[in-house]
């Protein structure tokens, strides 16, 4: 080290001088971006925890077990109405004759039941689907990211230069229309007019 070196190193301190006078009036903008990222990731993890792990108790499994009951019990006993028709006609038709006597506003009651039941369980089903949804979205960056780390180069667009500039054949994309009958428009008259 040269002695001019040493002596500004007395003077001014060892580092970039000038990068050093102007972070005290103005932020570094580079320490500004990470702290920023830091901040976002961190907020985005806080979030993700939320949905990490679901707690959920003993009934709400139990109850969870319960309602997968309907949807099999019906088809299973539908399939069980056909076989007993064709292995026991007399016991299936004393079961239909039963079934013929039950009052209809009986059966609009059932098929209320049933209805709610499946809307229910479809409104249930939405929304873990968007909550599923959502916990995925929030790991599309981090998968770019892996994908570029892998690709060595960011994503490149659908269409090339080629597909984007429009060919000697294709119309101008601004037409305008040939029938010029606006008699009570006047603004529209000199706008096409300027045309």
């Given at each position: 080290?040269?002695?001019?070196?040493?002596?500004?190193?007395?003077?001014?301190?060892?580092?970039n001088v000038i990068r050093d006078t102007a972070q005290v009036?103005?932020?570094?903008?580079?320490?500004?971006?990470?702290?920023?990222?830091?901040?976002?990731?961190?907020?985005?993890?806080?979030?993700?925890?939320?949905?990490?792990?679901?707690?959920?108790?003993?009934?709400?499994?139990?109850?969870?077990?319960?309602?997968?009951?309907?949807?099999?019990?019906?088809?299973?006993?539908?399939?069980?109405?056909?076989?007993?028709?064709?292995?026991?006609?007399?016991?299936?038709?004393?079961?239909?004759?039963?079934?013929?006597?039950?009052?209809?506003?009986?059966?609009?009651?059932?098929?209320?039941?049933?209805?709610?039941?499946?809307?229910?369980?479809?409104?249930?089903?939405?929304?873990?689907?968007?909550?599923?949804?959502?916990?995925?979205?929030?790991?599309?960056?981090?998968?770019?990211?892996?994908?570029?780390?892998?690709?060595?180069?960011?994503?490149?667009?659908?269409?090339?230069?080629?597909?984007?500039?429009p060919s000697r054949n294709t119309p101008h994309p601004r037409k305008?229309?040939?029938?010029?009958?606006?008699?009570?428009?006047?603004?529209?008259?000199?706008?096409?007019?300027?045309?």
């Open positions: 080290m040269g002695m001019i070196e040493r002596l500004f190193s007395l003077l001014f301190g060892g580092g009036f103005r932020e570094n903008a580079e320490n500004a971006a990470v702290r920023e990222a830091d901040r976002h990731s961190a907020a985005l993890n806080q979030f993700a925890s939320e949905f990490l792990f679901e707690r959920k108790g003993w009934f709400d499994r139990l109850m969870d077990g319960i309602n997968r009951i309907p949807r099999p019990a019906l088809a299973l006993g539908m399939l069980a109405l056909f076989i007993s028709s064709m292995t026991d006609p007399a016991w299936f038709a004393a079961r239909m004759q039963g079934l013929a006597l039950v009052p209809e506003p009986l059966w609009w009651l059932l098929g209320v039941i049933v209805s709610f039941y499946f809307g229910a369980r479809h409104q249930a089903k939405s929304h873990d689907f968007q909550k599923a949804l959502a916990a995925t979205m929030a790991r599309a960056p981090e998968a770019m990211r892996n994908i570029e780390a892998l690709t060595g180069k960011k994503g490149e667009p659908a269409e090339t230069k080629e597909e984007r500039t305008l229309p040939t029938d010029t009958s606006f008699p009570d428009n006047a603004a529209l008259r000199d706008w096409m007019a300027s045309q």
